[in-house]
Every structure is written in C-alpha cells, then in structure tokens.
C-alpha cells in the first residue's frame, strides 16, 4: 500500500480515556500517517468527518468519543445522532468514516471503570485500524477488478 494518510478525530470529553483509542490506532498505523483533530465532544464529529473526508488529504478518518450517560441529556439519543452522522459524512463523501464510539449503560467514574475503558479504547483504536486498512485493501481489490 502506498503511502497513506489517515484523520483521527477525538473529542475532549473524557479524553483520558477517548485518547486511548489513538494508542491502539497508532499499533497497525505509523503514527507519521496520522493527523489528529479535536473537537469539543461527540456532537461534533460528524461534522468534522465530513469537512476531513471532503479535503482529499485523507485516505479514512477515524472518529473517537466516549457518550456517557451524565444525566442531563439522553447519551443513546447523542450516540445514535453521531453513528448516524459519521456513517452519513462517509456516504457522502465517498471516504471511509470508522467510529470509535463507546456508549456504555452504566459507567461511574471510578478508578476499576476508566481503567476497564482505557484498556477497551486501546483494543477499539487497533480494530479501527484494521478495518481502516481492510476497507482500502478491499476499495483497491475493487479498483483492479473494475480496471480488468
């Protein structure tokens, strides 16, 4: 695969825990491929997906966020907002959007649950990596095929 470079969008709620995701990404992805992006909270990855796919720059970008319920809002209500968003910003532009969103029932901000979200945003971050590499290698299998 030539040389590629990838978007990763985190928002800053949480980031301790969300900037994990970036850790494990940064496993599979040279970390000189990636440009990272921050954005207030989940709400506002969709549309700096979008802007992101849009440039050209970006072969995937990768969005991170972890959607709390904190009491004030509906997080599945937010969660279902933003996986629709990014897949939407994808669509449109063509570009692989991947989420790294986690929406757990019953977080408490404790010392046993960031650790166990921590070590999950890793785990996420190295999945969306794969996927991210899957979907080009397969979108330029499609390439040779339609080339023949």
């Not at 004030?72 to 989420?99: E, K, W």
């Not at 929406?103 to 785990?123: G, S």
């Amino acid at each position: 695969m030539t040389h590629t470079r990838f978007a990763f969008v985190q928002a800053q709620w949480h980031k301790d825990i969300v900037r994990r995701a970036y850790e494990g990404f940064a496993q599979d992805i040279p970390a000189e491929q990636i440009d990272i992006f921050e954005v207030p909270g989940a709400f506002e990855m969709p549309l700096m997906a979008r802007d992101l796919a849009a440039s050209g720059r970006y072969a995937a970008v990768i969005c991170a966020a972890f959607v709390v319920d904190g009491g004030i809002y509906r997080h599945d209500f937010v969660a279902q907002a933003v996986v629709d968003g990014l897949m939407r910003a994808g669509l449109d532009t063509g570009v692989p959007v991947l989420s790294v969103s986690l929406t757990p029932h019953h977080y408490q901000e404790t010392a046993h649950h960031d650790a166990i979200y921590r070590a999950h945003f890793v785990t996420k971050g190295r999945e969306a990596a794969q996927a991210a590499l899957g979907i080009l290698k397969a979108r330029e299998a499609l390439e040779v095929t339609k080339a023949a």
